[in-house]
Nanobody, 121 residues
Framework: QVQLGESGGGLVQPGGSLRLSCAAS????????MAWYRQAPGKQRELVAS???????KYQDSVKGRFTISRDNAKNTVYLQMNSLKPEDTAVYYC???????????????WGQGTQVTVSS
């Protein structure tokens, strides 16, 4: 079984910063791409940023230049550094990872439970 444990969410004022962390644990043979999604009330879940196992990154245009995704492969952890936060960044943030659990197995997508980020004065 694989679990993704998230932390780092909270309440912050506009212009502030937060860093989200998501650590994968359990049976992990190989960890592929990891990503952060978010979902605001009444809106569809959207991809915020992704990172490959080799460190290549991609960002949603609305967060480019403000957010940075990174990973520590030794810790099976992905991070999202969020700077210059705006009220429109308010959402539940979910981490995502493609995990191969067994040699000769196939990868599956796993999701974290979500962590609330609220940007408000």
């Amino acid at each position: 079984q694989v679990q993704l444990g998230e932390s780092g969410g909270g309440l912050v004022q506009p212009g502030g910063s937060l860093r989200l962390s998501c650590a994968a644990s359990g049976s992990i043979f190989r960890l592929f791409a990891m990503a952060w999604y978010r979902q605001a009330p009444g809106k569809q879940r959207e991809l915020v940023a992704s990172i490959t196992s080799g460190g290549s990154t991609k960002y949603q245009d609305s967060v480019k230049g403000r957010f940075t995704i990174s990973r520590d492969n030794a810790k099976n952890t992905v991070y999202l550094q969020m700077n210059s936060l705006k009220p429109e960044d308010t959402a539940v943030y979910y981490c995502n990872a493609d995990v191969q659990q067994l040699a000769r197995g196939i990868p599956y997508t796993y999701w974290g439970q979500g962590t609330q980020v609220t940007v408000s004065s």
